[in-house]
């Protein structure tokens, strides 16, 4: 579970913003949507991130998203660059190191995880575990001139010199100390925590089209139940009374497997797998006769809300799944996005979703949404995004406990609106 994330001068974040789950003292609605994964330490499952176009909602995502993909997806080549943009919008910036820093809890342990890098390589690394005590795991830097790595543990992690020169082999100057782990079979404890929680835990953000592969996907490993996705679907009153699943695979010819087979197994795999075509039958019940439709045939919010199902069955069933999805609302009835919002809330346990959303009816409704909870984004002077919380603003600004939050946010009390110009378009310059 996410206790902290924090970012600095990335894509459209300039200065260091943080996405913060840790719950304030109120207890409105904590029976529902509140964690303790720790004796003390009170989460939220639920952040919902509001902000105008182009203010940097998915920025923070996108973010999220590099930082699980330096850790769990290591270069094989020291020559390959990360794919990412600093804050462009300045003269020092581009030139200077982006920052992360992620806290999380994983198994009773909490963690606190930072990073600093540009794009050719990874220039410090650092872990901290708390049992209960702060201890550090790793520290690491790099020589750029040299392009070499260096790792030191802390003096509390049991370890050997060996183990030691061994990671410090595989970890390329481009790979982050969880990437080169995965490379050696060093046997630690910590690491091998940590970095399964980014392997299995933290998702890469969904949007449409990810969401229904994933689910077919889960569908076809036997992974989810039919029953539950139908569940689902019947509770969202699509008119859906079954559903199947049509697999054709295409077979990859002796030339093709050859020449691929060089690059690895797991490329072939990749390969069979893109190959494959997957296809979702949705029964409809009409006047007593059956009739079937692929699921391209469906409505966009259909096909949305199937692959939702993929997803809520995820966070049901895993504790400490986390799950960002990036507009949320998309194709969605406004009743139907409220919908899957409290399936989450009232049926997960441990599991965390992080939301980007232009859907303002929640905020009309205090029996549905914690302060803690409501995220904003908005650009500064500098262009620049800034993240805060409802919670940030005091009771001068917005009476979160008169439920006139939507009204305060439509007016800009709170920013996160665009600032739009009238009506009148300059027809002489046509």
């Known amino acids: 579970m996410i206790i902290n994330f924090s970012v600095e001068n990335f894509g459209s974040i300039k200065e260091k913003q943080t996405l913060s789950f840790l719950?304030?003292?109120?207890?409105?609605?904590?029976?529902?949507?509140?964690?303790?994964?720790?004796?003390g330490l009170r989460l939220n499952k639920l952040a919902l991130i509001y902000g105008a176009n182009a203010s940097g909602k998915t920025t923070v995502l996108k973010a999220l998203d590099f930082l699980r993909e330096i850790c769990t997806n290591p270069f094989d080549k020291k020559t390959d660059k990360f794919n990412f943009e600093p804050f462009l919008f300045d003269e020092n910036t581009p030139r200077q190191n982006t920052k992360f820093e992620l806290e999380f809890v994983h198994n009773g342990i909490k963690y606190f995880y930072e990073v600093e890098l540009n794009k050719n390589c990874i220039v410090k690394e650092r872990l901290y575990n708390f049992s209960p005590n702060k201890a550090l795991v790793f520290e690491r830097s790099t020589d750029i001139t040299k392009e070499l790595t260096s790792i030191k543990f802390g003096?509390?992690?049991?370890?050997?010199?060996?183990?030691?020169?061994s990671l410090e082999i595989f970890t390329?100057?481009?790979?982050?100390?969880?990437?080169?782990f995965q490379k050696t079979n060093l046997d630690s404890f910590e690491l091998m925590e940590s970095s399964e929680w980014f392997k299995n835990l933290l998702n890469l953000a969904i949007d449409n089209k990810k969401s229904e592969e994933f689910v077919t996907k889960l569908l076809e490993a036997e992974n989810i139940s039919k029953s539950f996705v139908l569940d689902i679907l019947q509770k969202?009153?699509?008119?859906?009374?079954?559903?199947?699943?049509?697999?054709?695979?295409?077979?990859?010819?002796?030339?093709?497997?050859?020449?691929?087979?060089k690059y690895?197994?797991?490329?072939?795999?990749?390969l069979r797998d893109k190959a494959t075509i997957r296809e979702v039958i949705l029964i409809h019940n009409v006047n007593g006769k059956k009739y079937s439709l692929n699921i391209d045939s469906e409505s966009k919010g259909t096909q949305r809300y199937l692959g939702y199902s993929g997803l809520l069955n995820?966070?049901?069933?895993?504790?400490?799944?986390?799950?960002?999805?990036?507009?949320?609302?998309?194709?969605?009835?406004?009743?139907?996005?409220?919908?899957?919002?409290f399936l989450f809330i009232v049926n997960s346990k441990k599991s965390q979703l992080i939301v980007t959303t232009h859907n303002r009816e929640i905020l009309n409704n205090r029996d549905m949404f914690r302060d803690d909870g409501i995220w904003f984004t908005d650009k500064n002077e500098d262009s620049a995004t800034e993240l805060y919380s409802l919670a940030d603003f005091d009771s001068s600004v917005v009476r979160t406990d008169t439920g006139n939050?939507?009204?305060a946010y439509k007016s800009g009390k709170l920013g996160g609106v665009p600032n739009l110009g009238d009506y009148y378009i300059d027809l002489d310059n046509e």
């Open 23 to 39: 719950a304030n003292k109120s207890d409105h609605l904590e029976d529902y949507y509140i964690i303790e994964p720790i004796k």
């Open 155 to 165: 003096n509390k992690i049991k370890k050997r010199k060996v183990a030691e020169d």
């Open 172 to 180: 390329l100057w481009n790979n982050t100390v969880f990437g080169g």
């Open 236 to 261: 969202a009153d699509l008119n859906i009374s079954d559903l199947d699943l049509n697999i054709q695979n295409a077979d990859l010819d002796d030339d093709t497997i050859n020449y691929f087979s």
């Open 264 to 270: 690895g197994e797991k490329v072939v795999e990749e």
């Open 314 to 341: 995820m966070l049901i069933k895993y504790d400490g799944f986390i799950m960002p999805i990036d507009e949320l609302e998309s194709s969605l009835h406004p009743d139907l996005f409220q919908h899957f919002l």
């Open 405 to 407: 939050v939507l009204n």
